[in-house]
């Protein structure tokens, strides 16, 4: 089974901190994506990466930034934290749509 | 813009019932869609998916239809059993990018 590992299932951090939410996928998934989750909005995609090195901005991607130096690995950053980042993130990776997206346990972040 | 609507936050059914999830969009371009369940604290698993050349696409108690004239998408539950209970988001793609809708609620009452 593919399987992809959020490195934190909780997290907070103060107002200004940069934040760094780690993602791994151990099934060599060309697609990974970063979401979160907040009540009654589903889930919203932040940043997206087809390749190595490559990233593409999703529907809310305003004060994070993504990186991608390994197949494997996708990191999402907080620049400086705001109250308003308090969410559950969730990082899913998929071979192909037909199989749909894997997601990870999810890391819920609180900023204080 | 919201593509993905699923307009009942909450659903309550008494177990041995059925369930019934409705998800709607507006993209008609959509052509795949897929059901995930989440449990608190939990990734999204994925539960049932549907292309748009079919109407219908059944697994065992889950069973998802597609009406693509009202772009609507339904998932039902039968029977339903109180491990159902999860919060239900239902998912549409043109490509590799899926869009999600804002989740419904399923509790199945013992």
């Known amino acids: 089974d593919v399987k992809v590992t959020q490195s934190s299932r909780y997290l907070v951090k103060r107002t200004g901190e940069k934040v760094f939410l780690e993602c791994v996928q151990d099934?060599?998934?060309?697609?990974m994506f970063w979401y979160r989750q907040d009540p009654g909005l589903g889930l919203r995609l932040i940043y997206f990466?087809?390749?190595?090195?490559?990233?593409e901005k999703g529907d809310i991607p305003e004060g994070y930034s993504v990186s991608r130096e390994k197949k494997e690995r996708f990191s999402l950053i907080l620049e400086s934290a705001s109250t308003n980042q308090t969410s559950m993130y969730l990082c899913?990776?998929?071979?192909?749509?037909?199989?749909?997206?894997?997601f990870g346990s999810g890391t819920r972040l609180t900023v204080v | 813009d919201q593509q993905v609507k699923q307009n009942s936050p909450s659903l309550s059914v008494q177990e041995g019932r059925i369930s019934i999830l409705n998800c709607d969009y507006t993209?008609?371009?959509?052509?795949?869609f897929l059901w995930y369940k989440k449990y608190p604290a939990e990734g999204p698993t994925f539960l049932i998916s549907?292309?748009?050349?079919?109407d219908k696409n059944e697994d065992g108690r889950f069973t998802v239809f597609l009406n693509k004239s009202a772009k609507h998408l339904s998932l039902h539950i039968v029977p339903s059993q109180p491990g159902d209970s999860a919060v239900y988001f239902c998912?549409?793609?043109?490509?590799?990018?899926?869009?999600f809708g804002t989740g419904t609620s399923l509790t199945v009452i013992p």
């Open positions: 899913a990776s998929s071979i192909d749509r037909l199989y749909g997206y894997t």
């Open positions: 099934m060599d998934h060309e697609n």
């Open positions: 990466s087809y390749d190595v090195k490559m990233k």
């Open positions: 998912a549409a793609s043109t490509g590799n990018q899926f869009y």
């Open positions: 549907i292309s748009s050349i079919k």
């Open positions: 993209n008609s371009m959509f052509d795949y």
